[in-house]
C-alpha cells in the first residue's frame, strides 16, 4: 500500500500571503496525484490533478508540482475563501488509493 | 449538470445492516467508476473501495473488504454501499465520487451521508 504524508498538518497564515503545502508518497506514484479541498459541512472538491493540471473552475491562483514522490501545492495570494483543508490523493495504478491526512490552512 | 445523490442520514444500532445510495445524473453511468470514501468525525478520507457500474467489478481497501459490500444497479444509475452487521465504529460520514475509467480523479463527489451507529 502506497502511504501518502503531508505536512505540516496545520499551517496558520493571514490573507494574501503565499501558502506552500506539501505531499510525500512512499513509492512513486508518477504524475497520479491529486488535491482536494474541503470545507466545514461540505463534501470535498477537486483542485488539482494530474499533479499541475487545475480542475475546471478553478482559480489561478493554485498551483501545483512534482512527479514521482514529492508533491507541492501553492496558493500564490490566500483568498478568505480558501481557508479549508487540502487533500492530497494518489490514483496510481493499483489501489488502495490512499488519501493523504490533510493539511488544514487557518486564520492567523 | 453531473450530480451525485446520496441517500439521507441514518441512526442505527450496533449489529444492523443498512444500505446508503448514490445515484448519478447528468452523464453516462456506465463510462466512469463510482469510488466510496469514509471519513470519521474530525478526521480525514480514506478510500474504502470502487466499482466499475458496467460489470459491477470492484476493488476494495485490505481495511474494509469483508465488512462492507459495494453494489450497482445500473438500470437506475444508482451505487450502493451496505453493512449486514454495523458497528460503533462505523459512525462516519460516507461519500460517493466518481472517476473516469482509468488514471483519473474524483471529479464528482456526492453532498455526503451520515452514518450514526448507537445503542
Known amino acids: 500500500e502506497i502511504v501518502m504524508t503531508q505536512s505540516p498538518a496545520t499551517l496558520s497564515v493571514s490573507p494574501g500571503e503565499r501558502v506552500t503545502l506539501s505531499c510525500r508518497a512512499s513509492?512513486?506514484?508518477?504524475?497520479?496525484l491529486a488535491w482536494y479541498q474541503q470545507k466545514p459541512g461540505q463534501a470535498p472538491r477537486l483542485l488539482i490533478y494530474?499533479?499541475?493540471t487545475r480542475a475546471t473552475g478553478i482559480p489561478a491562483r493554485f498551483s501545483g508540482s512534482g512527479s514521482g514522490t514529492e508533491f507541492t501545492l501553492t496558493i500564490s495570494s490566500l483568498q478568505s475563501e480558501d481557508f479549508a483543508v487540502y487533500f492530497c490523493?494518489?490514483?496510481?495504478?493499483?489501489?488502495?488509493?490512499?488519501f493523504g491526512p490533510g493539511t488544514k490552512v487557518d486564520i492567523k | 449538470e453531473v450530480q451525485l445523490v446520496q441517500s439521507g442520514a441514518g441512526v442505527k444500532k450496533p449489529g444492523e445492516s443498512l444500505r446508503i445510495s448514490c445515484e448519478g445524473s447528468?452523464?453516462?453511468?456506465?463510462?466512469?467508476?463510482i469510488n466510496w470514501v469514509r471519513q470519521m468525525p474530525g478526521k480525514g478520507l480514506e478510500w474504502m473501495g470502487r466499482?466499475?457500474?458496467?460489470?459491477?467489478?470492484?476493488n476494495y481497501s485490505p481495511s474494509f473488504e469483508g465488512h462492507v459490500t459495494i453494489s450497482t444497479d445500473k438500470s437506475i444509475s444508482t451505487a450502493y454501499l451496505q453493512w449486514s452487521s454495523l458497528k460503533a465504529s462505523d459512525t462516519a460520514m460516507y461519500y460517493c465520487?466518481?472517476?473516469?475509467?482509468?488514471?483519473?480523479?474524483?471529479?464528482?463527489w456526492g453532498q455526503g451521508t451520515l452514518v450514526t451507529v448507537s445503542s
Open positions: 465520487a466518481r472517476q473516469r475509467k482509468g488514471l483519473f480523479p474524483y471529479d464528482s
Open positions: 447528468g452523464y453516462s453511468f456506465t463510462s466512469y467508476w
Open positions: 466499482i466499475d457500474p458496467g460489470d459491477s467489478y470492484t
Open positions: 513509492q512513486s506514484i508518477s504524475s497520479n
Open positions: 494530474g499533479a499541475s
Open positions: 490523493h494518489h490514483y496510481n495504478s493499483w489501489p488502495p488509493f490512499t
